[in-house]
C-alpha cells in the first residue's frame, strides 16, 4: 500500500524530481514568510543564521504550516514534507532575488567569484493517521537533515549572456538565481555533492528520513514498475 507524500511546496523542480524517483506527492503551499520567519530567528538568537540552520528553519516552517489542511475533506494521512534551499558564496547566503536588477548583480558576482554551495534543507513529519506520531526518537514528529553541492561556474561567462538569462525571467524566483535543471546548466562546469540537492530535495536525504520511521522507500512509489527486464 503507498504511503500518501504531501509537498509543502509548490516548486516545479522539486515535484519533477520525485516523479522522477517514482513519487507522485500531494502539493500544499505552505504560506510561509520566509524573510519574517529568518529575522524572527535571528532576533532570538542575537547573531545571523548560518546557510544551514537558515534552509533547517524554513524547512521545518514549511512541513509545520500545512498540518492543519484537509485535502478532499480530511486530514492529511501519510508524510509531510517541508524543503528550502539557499546558495552561499562569497561568505553571504542568498534565496530568491525576486527583481531582475538584483538577479543580475548576483550572476556578475557569481561569475566572479566562480563558484558556491547548494544548501538543501529538508524536514519530514510523520502524519500517519491524521496527526504528528510523536515518540522517544522523534518529540515533535519530525526529523530533519540537510544537504549540500559545491558548484563551479564557467570561467568565460560574459556579461550579454548573463543579461540575456536573467530576462528570461527563470532565476527570479530560485534560491542562488539559477537552475541546474533549466538554461543555467550551460553556465555550471562541476558539481560536488548530491546532484539532486542542487535542484532543492535531496532524493538520498528524502530516503533516509523516510526509513528512519519505519517506512520503506518503495511504499512511496506511486509510479507502475515495469516487469520486464
Not at 519533477?16 to 502539493?27: D, I, K, M, S, T
Not at 505552505?30 to 547573531?47: F, H, I, K, S
Not at 558576482?109 to 544548501?119: C, F, K, N, Q, S
Not at 564557467?154 to 538554461?183: C, H, N, S
Amino acid at each position: 500500500m503507498t504511503v500518501p507524500l504531501y509537498l509543502a511546496s509548490t516548486s516545479p523542480a522539486r515535484l519533477a524530481l520525485l516523479r522522477a524517483a517514482g513519487v507522485e506527492p500531494v502539493l500544499i503551499s505552505p504560506g510561509v514568510d520566509e524573510e519574517a520567519a529568518v529575522a524572527r530567528a535571528e532576533e532570538a538568537a542575537g547573531r545571523v543564521l548560518t546557510a544551514s540552520e537558515t534552509v533547517s528553519l524554513l524547512a521545518r516552517a514549511k512541513a509545520e504550516a500545512v498540518l492543519d489542511v484537509t485535502v478532499d475533506g480530511r486530514p492529511l494521512d501519510g508524510l509531510v514534507l517541508g524543503g528550502d534551499s539557499a546558495f552561499e558564496f562569497d561568505g553571504e547566503v542568498h534565496g530568491k532575488p525576486h527583481e531582475p536588477a538584483l538577479a543580475l548583480d548576483r550572476w556578475r558576482r557569481m561569475a566572479e567569484v566562480g563558484r558556491g554551495t547548494l544548501w538543501s534543507g529538508h524536514w519530514l513529519i510523520d502524519h500517519r493517521g491524521g496527526s504528528p506520531r510523536a515518540d522517544a526518537s522523534f518529540p515533535s514528529g519530525g526529523a530533519g537533515a540537510v544537504a549540500s553541492a559545491d558548484l563551479v561556474f564557467a570561467d568565460d561567462l560574459e556579461p550579454e549572456e548573463l543579461a540575456a538569462y536573467v530576462e528570461t525571467g527563470e532565476p527570479l524566483e530560485v534560491a542562488g538565481a539559477f537552475t541546474i535543471d533549466g538554461r543555467a546548466s550551460a553556465f555550471i562546469t562541476h558539481i560536488e555533492g548530491t546532484p539532486s540537492a542542487v535542484v532543492g530535495l535531496s532524493v538520498p536525504v528524502l530516503r533516509s528520513l523516510v526509513r528512519g520511521f519505519g517506512v520503506s522507500w518503495p511504499e512511496l512509489w506511486t509510479t507502475p514498475t515495469s516487469g520486464a527486464l
